[in-house]
């Protein structure tokens, strides 16, 4: 029983593991987004990709060996017909989103991202397609499962966990896109964390990001 309680992190009250693994976690996320320049050769390109799904396997191992948690715990719980559902229209609310921010909010304040999307359309189709799949299982994973999860057991409170994955979320969007990208990566930021906080289920989450990514990276 003692053992169990202390187990157990308490809701304000920080403990060295958990700090630990959200350092792991968007630490290691932040310094691969602000370190790589998206669009340098192909074989950088690939060794960044590795390096994405390695931080993955780390922090799910920390989860289980370091933590002794189960998975669980960063919102691997089995999704419902619900769960799909909500995935699919979270996915096509976002996209309208961005288009209202890219065809509507861009041109009225002289932005533009065309120069960016022509370079990233030069990367091979296939491996467009990988990145797509692993942006929605690393991102979903660091800055929804474990950083929400973690950051409200240490403050006490969904709205600030929430607020702090956003905020780092769309702050490691910025690198080669611009400072004007805060508001694309915020916007949809804002509404993965809040489907997180609502449904609390990762597979639903990936599922919606993967359609976002998909519709804008790989229907041209």
């Not at 976690?25 to 074989?43: D, K, P, R």
């Not at 769960?83 to 509507?104: E, K, N, R």
């Not at 910025?174 to 489907?195: E, K, M, N, P, R």
């Not at 599922?207 to 790989?218: K, R």
């Amino acid at each position: 029983m003692v053992a169990t309680i202390a187990a157990a992190p308490t809701p304000g009250r920080p403990t060295m593991r958990t700090l630990g693994g959200l350092l792991l976690a968007l630490g290691g996320i932040s310094l691969l987004s602000g370190n790589w320049n998206e669009l340098t050769g192909l074989g950088q390109l690939i060794g960044k990709e590795l390096l994405y799904w390695g931080l993955v396997a780390a922090l799910l191992g920390y989860v289980i060996k370091v933590e002794r948690r189960p998975l669980a715990s960063v919102g691997f719980r089995r999704p419902g017909w619900k769960d799909w559902s909500l995935a699919f229209f979270v996915g096509l609310l976002i996209l309208a989103c961005l288009g209202l921010i890219y065809y509507v909010v861009f041109p009225a304040l002289n932005w533009s991202e065309n120069q960016h999307l022509a370079q990233l359309a030069t990367i091979p189709y296939w491996l467009n397609g990988l990145i797509v799949v692993r942006a929605a299982v690393s991102e979903e994973l660091l800055f929804r499962g474990y950083a929400v999860e973690r950051l409200q057991e240490l403050t006490g409170s969904r709205f600030v966990a929430g607020a702090l994955s956003c905020s780092v979320f769309a702050l490691d969007h910025v690198g080669s896109w611009g400072w004007h990208h805060v508001l694309v990566a915020g916007a949809a930021g804002a509404i993965f964390t809040v489907f997180y906080l609502w449904r609390r289920n990762l597979w639903a989450c990936m599922l919606a990001h993967f359609i976002v990514d998909a519709a804008a990276f790989l229907s041209g």
